[in-house]
């Protein structure tokens, strides 16, 4: 079992930086790849980033490319979302998750099977 609870969102101006946090319980964290989702309001779950169980090896969505960056600390059980550049179109619900079933990173959100309650970003224009 893994638990995870997101923190960090908030409001935010165009431009602006958020660092959001995803702590997690359980032992299986540190052996798991991580991810970040987001899904804004009438639109599907986007996937925006992820990391593989050692945190050397990372990959993006391309809409958040150069801006954003995940990182982790398996020695605090918790992984991190760096938003640099913040748009508009980033303000979305954002969704930490942990694919327990996998080392390496995974950018498809079934293979996740455990998942954060979800932050608020919200970015003003």
């Known amino acids: 079992q893994v638990q995870l609870v997101e923190s960090g969102g908030g409001l935010v101006q165009t431009g602006g930086s958020l660092r959001l946090s995803c702590a997690a319980s359980g032992r299986r964290f540190s052996s798991s790849a991580m991810g970040w989702f987001r899904q804004a309001p009438g639109k599907e779950r986007e996937f925006v980033a992820t990391?593989?169980?050692?945190?050397?090896?990372?990959y993006y969505g391309d809409s958040v490319k150069g801006r954003f960056t995940i990182s982790r600390d398996n020695s605090k059980n918790t992984v991190y979302l760096q938003m640099n550049s913040l748009k508009p179109e980033d303000a979305a619900v954002y969704y930490c998750?942990?694919?327990?079933?996998?080392?390496?990173?995974?950018?498809?959100?079934?293979?996740?099977?455990?998942w954060g309650q979800g932050t608020q970003v919200s970015v003003s224009s």
């Open positions: 998750a942990a694919a327990s079933g996998w080392s390496t990173w995974q950018d498809r959100d079934y293979r996740y099977d455990y």
């Open positions: 990391i593989n169980w050692r945190g050397d090896s990372t």
